[in-house]
């Protein structure tokens, strides 16, 4: 809805029109204007009218002006509103976002750590069964080392037997 208003030389009121209205009341008021001020010389007329037409048109103009940059001014407000809001919401989610990522990392070191110490217990476990298997390697030939002289005294004494009964058959086949 846009407001006009004219100041009657009869009446001092501001009357607001509506866009339909404003069509056949400024016909009227032009046709009104004229005759009243058609009692003058041309040239009151001519600046009676342009007086009149200008300080209603300024004062139109004025008055749209102020409501259009009010209406502005609501519209950049709630606009300027609704941007911060929506940053607000963004660095909301961007905050959760990096505090989640924290928390996956901080959840991929605990796990990477995990698997080093299962890869390190395997490797572990691994070592301490060569080990065992070694130390059972090492604990057999020690008992074969421990054996090793009453083999060598038991091959002695079987040869030293071998050679007797030899004797003694070389001695009977005679």
């Known amino acids: 809805r846009v407001s006009f208003w004219t100041q009657d030389s009869d009446e001092n009121e501001q009357e607001h029109l509506s866009d339909s209205e404003e069509g056949t009341n400024k016909k009227e008021a032009q046709s009104d204007s004229h005759s009243r001020y058609d009692t003058g010389s041309s040239g009151d007329r001519y600046d009676s009218v342009l007086g009149r ?64 110490r299962f890869a390190d217990r395997s490797l572990l476990e691994m070592e301490k069964r060569e080990r065992r298997a070694l130390e059972r390697r090492i604990s057999e030939m020690e008992e074969e080392l421990k054996m090793l002289p009453d083999l060598k005294a038991d091959n002695q004494r079987l040869k030293d037997e071998n050679g007797a009964l030899i004797r003694v058959i070389s001695k009977l086949s005679k």
């Open 53 to 116: 037409t200008g300080y209603s048109y300024l004062e139109d103009r004025k008055l749209y002006t102020s409501k259009l940059e009010k209406e502005d001014t609501a519209d950049f407000k709630k606009l300027y509103e609704q941007i911060i809001a929506e940053n607000e919401k963004l660095k909301a989610q961007l905050h959760d976002t990096n505090m989640e990522l924290t928390d996956l990392k901080l959840q991929l070191e605990k796990a990477t750590q995990r698997q080093e």
